[in-house]
């Protein structure tokens, strides 16, 4: 009986998108790559999730099971129309001292962005972002950053109603839908922005639109995850090599230097995954001798995160520790953990609801948090800048927190971590 679930588990871990790496660290991981047709599964998040950029809107979070689907390319513009509310500007107040805008201005950055002095955008400038997705907590985090930055820009400007500076914000609802961000950029481009911020899900996809931005005279500006190739004009994104290898060390002390782990990145196709994996497989290989990674599973269409997890649990037992490369398959991850009733050291990046409820009560030891807020605000700081011809730092670096049950509930970290 122990023979043929064995054999059942083996097969789920032999699709293309599962390296299993039973071999030491010093070794190359060996790769198992063969497909495996599965039923197509109702997309659990999906059809129940209503895009709800304006606000809290954390896929990692079980509240998303609740929201209610809407269109993948609504915009939507910074403010109402007519007088930003009290509570608002009170906000965008507060968060001018906030811990994610001081991080910010020290990032060793030769300008500062969190300063509007001499950006002078004209009225009814449109400044385009579009992402690998709206649907979580991330980007949600993401957008306050860029609507505070647009309500500064139009409260020093002086513009009002049609003059007002206009942010749009669009993305699939999947981050694995390469295709359709595609279309939405051409949408986008075809609109003639001012400036388009872009994050894209695979970056060899964009070359076309980049060019096609190049010849408009449309300025890109990159955040979270960079392109291979086209003509950018500055990138904001965190140290993502950096960020796996602090994984790497945080996971290994955890469980004592030795033992076996497994990693589930998001899709592979994305810079920033690649780079926070390799960070992370490599620290752990030249500084950890008596680790090894049983396996490493990457997001994809075919085979649900979930079910990669509860079929890596299956088949190594024994598993000590699990690295996740995002919010959104830490949360799986985490379910998967929890069915199981392992004991499990999680180690992640970015936290929503689900992964501060784990860390708070123990199933996860924590996680490196990006500046998420500070992303956005110096992504429009910048492309505000490209527009008008001013120069910007090739590489801005937002930052990131190491998040755990120490500092959990320290109110100086609250606005790292997302609804």
């Known amino acids: 009986m122990k023979r043929a679930v064995a054999v059942l588990l083996c097969a789920v871990l032999a699709t293309g998108s599962i390296t299993s790496c039973q071999s030491k660290k010093s070794e190359t991981a060996a790769s198992s790559s063969v497909k495996e047709e ?102 949600t985090s993401v957008k306050r950053g860029m609507d505070a930055a647009v309500a500064d820009l139009n409260e020093k400007l002086g513009y009002k109603g049609d003059d007002k500076i206009k942010l749009t914000f669009e993305g699939p609802s999947d981050e694995t839908d390469v295709e359709d961000q595609i279309n939405i950029i051409d949408a986008v481009l ?69 033992g076996k782990i497994a990693v589930m990145t998001h899709v592979e196709s994305a810079q920033n995954c690649q780079e926070r994996e390799q960070g992370f497989t490599e620290t752990i290989a030249e500084k950890y001798p008596d680790i090894e990674i049983v396996n490493i599973s990457h997001q994809n269409e075919e085979t649900s995160v979930s079910e990669m997890a509860e079929s890596v649990l299956k088949l190594f037992p024994d598993v000590k520790g699990y690295f996740c490369t995002n919010e959104n398959v830490s949360g799986d991850v985490l379910d998967a953990i929890s069915a199981s009733g392992k004991e499990v050291a999680v180690v992640g990046i970015d936290a929503g609801k689900k992964q501060k409820d784990a860390i708070k009560s123990g199933k996860e030891v924590g996680v490196l948090v990006q500046n998420a807020y500070g992303m956005g605000y110096a992504t429009v700081v910048a492309a505000a800048r490209a527009v008008l011809g001013m120069e910007n730092d090739e590489s801005i670096n937002p930052g990131m927190e190491w998040i755990d049950s120490e500092n959990i509930s320290d109110e100086r970290y609250a606005n790292y971590l997302y609804d």
Not at 89 to 104: F, G, H, P, R
Not at 218 to 247: E, F, H, M, R, W
Request: include cysteine; glycine fraction near 8%; proline fraction near 1%.
């Open 38 to 139: 599965k039923e197509t599964k109702t997309d659990k998040d999906n059809e129940n999730e209503k895009d709800d950029t304006s606000k809290n809107d954390s896929k990692g979070a079980e509240n998303t099971e609740n929201q209610e689907n809407v269109s993948t390319d609504i915009k939507t513009d910074t403010k109402s129309e007519g007088d930003e509310s009290e509570n608002t500007d009170a906000e965008n107040d507060d968060m001018k001292d906030d811990l994610t805008m001081q991080k910010l201005r020290e990032n060793g950055s030769s300008i500062d962005y969190t300063s509007l002095e001499e950006i002078n955008l004209e009225a009814g400038s449109h400044i385009a972002v579009v992402v690998k997705s709206t649907k979580n907590g991330f980007w």
């Open 190 to 258: 075809g609109e003639n922005p001012d400036v388009l911020c872009l994050s894209a899900i695979d970056m060899d996809s964009c070359q076309a639109q980049l060019e096609a931005a190049e010849e408009n005279g449309i300025p890109v500006i990159v955040l979270d995850s960079g392109v291979k190739t086209g003509n950018v004009n500055a990138t904001c994104v965190v140290d993502n090599y950096q960020a796996g290898v602090q994984a790497a060390v945080k996971l290994a002390d955890t469980i004592g230097g030795s």
